[in-house]
């Protein structure tokens, strides 16, 4: 009756339990008075605390109750003054946090620009490299066409005198006819070889600076690449070879393309051989169902076990202050994985030297459906 009663009370909002007796053990009937209330601690079922007070002059037999109610009362009071303080303090901390946060998400944004600034620079400056020798490099052709052109002038000239003062011969005009032919000969050469270097710079320094993706036969563009970079190994004894499939067209972005080639060639004339060592740089590229295998070999001195999962980081070179500036590899990877929506792996070519891997989507049949 008392369990009923009680748990009666519990569904009330009024807890304050009519009085009754009590039987106690020596069978002496007690009158009490109680009190009641709830205790509702955050994740806990409610509990009902009844307080009973007994009449002046009766056994205390329920101080120790009384006592221990008075306790979990103040026990109670103290959780919620230390819950108070923790969500005081939680709440501090999550501002603290949100600042913090604030700040490295700013700082992350400002090194990501830092970054894009620095590889935008590092592509500008390829370009500039690639300028300065094409420059150099059609300097030759035209220099020997101007002095080609120059000696059939002075054949013209002399020509011209012969027949003006009627001393001109047979074998005067058989001269001149071979004079004329060998400079020709010659001046018509330069002058196609100083064409193609400027048709293989005009198609390279557009594609990149343009996002344009276009379809391209792979072969003939490494050979428009290699042609633009020939200045940078044209004085020593490294030889590049173009082993790409023949007629393997693509659609892709060639400017990512000439990037990928181009850091990886530098690479390795910075990194895998000495001074006036010979060597060779291969370029492998092949169809494998709907993807595009370009492999690049170059018999070197190879990557280091302890550089190898670094290679593609940022800023990471051996060679500071030998013209590395850590950006090459980073590059390839970022255009690899991004631009091209590829993969690259890396690793030592066998006796010796390095080896890159690149698998990348060929999206021509893609290019037609969508035509």
Same mark, same amino acid.
């Given at each position: 009756?008392?369990s009923?009663?009680l748990?009666?009370?519990?569904r ?10 009590w ?6 009937d007690t009158?009490?008075?109680w ?18 007070a007994?009449p002046?002059?009766s056994?205390?037999a ?9 306790k979990?009362?103040e ?6 003054k $230390?819950r108070a303080?923790?969500?005081?303090r ?23 620009k830092t ?19 094409i420059?150099?490099? $059609?300097?030759t ?22 027949f003006?003062?009627?001393?001109m011969k ?12 060998q400079?020709?000969?010659i ?29 391209l036969?792979?072969h003939?563009?490494v050979?428009?690449i290699?042609?633009s970079?020939?200045?940078k190994?044209?004085?020593?004894? $490294?030889q ?13 972005h ?6 990928v080639i ?14 006036d060592?010979?060597g060779?740089?291969?370029? $492998?590229?092949?169809?494998?169902d ?10 070197g001195?190879?990557i280091?076990?302890?550089h ?14 030998a ?5 090459g590899?980073h590059i390839?990877y ?13 690793g030592?070519?066998?006796p ?20």
């Amino acid at each position: 009756q008392v369990s009923a009663y009680l748990r009666q009370c519990s569904r009330s909002r009024n807890l304050l339990p009519a009085p009754f007796k009590w039987r106690a053990a020596n069978a002496e009937d007690t009158g009490l008075r109680w009190q009641g209330f709830m205790l509702r601690a955050e994740g806990m079922p409610p509990q009902v605390v009844l307080r009973c007070a007994v009449p002046s002059g009766s056994a205390n037999a329920f101080q120790s109750l009384n006592h221990e109610i008075e306790k979990q009362q103040e026990a109670l009071r103290e959780l919620q003054k $230390i819950r108070a303080s923790l969500e005081m303090r939680v709440e501090e901390r999550t501002r603290d946090l949100q600042a913090s946060n604030a700040d490295l998400q700013h700082t992350v944004e400002t090194l990501k620009k830092t970054q894009n600034q620095l590889v935008h620079a590092e592509k500008m400056a390829s370009l500039g490299g690639l300028v300065a020798g094409i420059s150099h490099e $059609i300097n030759t052709p035209i220099g020997v066409g101007v002095t080609s052109a120059s000696n059939l002038e002075e054949e013209i000239a002399k020509l011209r005198s012969a027949f003006e003062d009627g001393s001109m011969k047979r074998s005067t005009l058989e001269r001149f006819i071979g004079h004329g032919t060998q400079a020709s000969t010659i001046l018509l050469t330069n002058l196609r070889r100083a064409a193609e270097l400027i048709s293989s710079f005009k198609q390279v320094a557009v594609d990149q600076s343009s996002d344009e993706w276009r379809t391209l036969d792979l072969h003939s563009y490494v050979d428009e690449i290699l042609t633009s970079l020939q200045p940078k190994w044209k004085r020593t004894s $490294i030889q590049v070879v173009n082993a790409c499939d023949a007629g393997l067209n693509i659609h892709t972005h060639p400017g990512a393309i000439y990037q990928v080639i181009s850091n990886l060639i530098l690479n390795s004339l910075v990194h895998a051989f000495e001074p006036d060592q010979p060597g060779e740089i291969r370029i $492998i590229a092949e169809r494998r169902d709907d993807a595009i295998r370009l492999m690049y070999r170059d018999d070197g001195k190879g990557i280091p076990a302890e550089h190898i999962d670094r290679i593609f980081d940022p800023f990471f070179t051996t060679k500071r202050g030998a013209g590395g500036s850590g950006l090459g590899l980073h590059i390839v990877y970022n255009l690899v994985t991004g631009t091209l929506k590829g993969a690259i792996t890396s690793g030592n070519n066998t006796p010796h030297g390095a080896a890159f891997d690149i698998v990348f989507p060929d999206y021509l049949e893609e290019n037609k459906q969508c035509a």
